[in-house]
């Protein structure tokens, strides 16, 4: 019997995968891509924004995720993201105005606005078209 990760993503909003046999797992670590296959060593990691993909089946899988961390233990692979889309459900028409409205918020010297939050939408909107235009290719 060939083994298997299971695999957990959970976000503020909802839990997104729930004991998910899978064949590996690559996160975005943040100090570079890291990838889970069976067996591997117990690992505490912490997530930047990127592509977290995994196959099953001979299928892969994405999810644009928005920072957090990882629990790897005893082949099970528990993902807490701040935020996590599945590639095939991003809108890229949606995310590139978003990109655009961040952009122009971020050119204005008007104190009204929260530059910090404007920055937070723009990496989240570059992050969900990179994953969803890496999955398309």
């Not at 995968?17 to 117990?42: C, R, S, W, Y």
Request: charge should be negative.
């Amino acid at each position: 019997m060939v083994k298997k990760l299971k695999l957990n993503l959970i976000t503020p909003q909802r839990q997104l995968l729930t004991d998910l046999e899978v064949d590996m797992v690559v996160l975005p670590a943040f100090e570079g891509e890291m990838g889970i296959l069976p067996g591997h060593i117990p690992v505490l990691v912490q997530l930047t924004y990127g592509d977290l993909r995994y196959k099953k089946d001979g299928k892969d899988f994405d999810f644009a995720v928005m920072g957090g961390f990882v629990e790897v233990k005893e082949d099970v692979v528990n993902a807490f993201a701040e935020g996590a889309d599945l590639a095939d459900e991003i809108d890229e028409e949606a995310e590139s105005q978003k990109i655009k409205k961040a952009k122009e918020a971020l050119s204005k010297k008007d104190a009204d606005i929260d530059f910090e939050l404007a920055e937070i939408e723009l990496k989240q909107a570059i992050t969900r078209m990179k994953v969803k235009r890496r999955k398309m290719s």
